[in-house]
């Protein structure tokens, strides 16, 4: 098993800034990658950036530029940097990790709010 747990959120003024965190616990064995998440309210949960066991990422095209998504090794523990933020980037954010034995497992953390609003 696989415990996920989030921080870093809060409000934040347009064009400020916010780290999340996401520390995992359990069993490594298998790990794939990390994803952060967000859901808006009345909206669908979309997949935000991702670091694989290589440290590749991705990022939606709604984040480049002003997210960055990274990883402390020793602290099992993965970043999510939010520059600039928007308004439109309010929304609950869920930290998913992947562990590929045999088939994939998946985990999710309980999430934390990001408010952006004047």
């Known amino acids: 098993q696989v415990q996920l747990v989030e921080s870093g959120g809060g409000l934040v003024q347009p064009g400020g800034s916010l780290r999340l965190s996401c520390t995992a616990s359990g069993s490594m064995d298998g790990y794939f990658l990390t994803g952060w998440y967000r859901q808006a309210p009345e909206k669908q949960r979309e997949l935000v950036a991702t670091i694989n066991k290589l440290d590749g990422t991705y990022y939606a095209d709604s984040v480049k530029g002003r997210f960055a998504i990274s990883r402390d090794n020793a602290k099992n523990t993965v970043y999510l940097q939010m520059n600039s933020l928007k308004p439109e980037d309010t929304a609950v954010y869920y930290c998913?990790?992947?562990?590929?034995?045999?088939?994939?497992?998946?985990?999710w953390g309980q999430g934390t709010q990001v408010t952006v609003s004047s």
């Open positions: 998913n990790q992947r562990n590929l034995r045999g088939e994939f497992f998946e985990y």
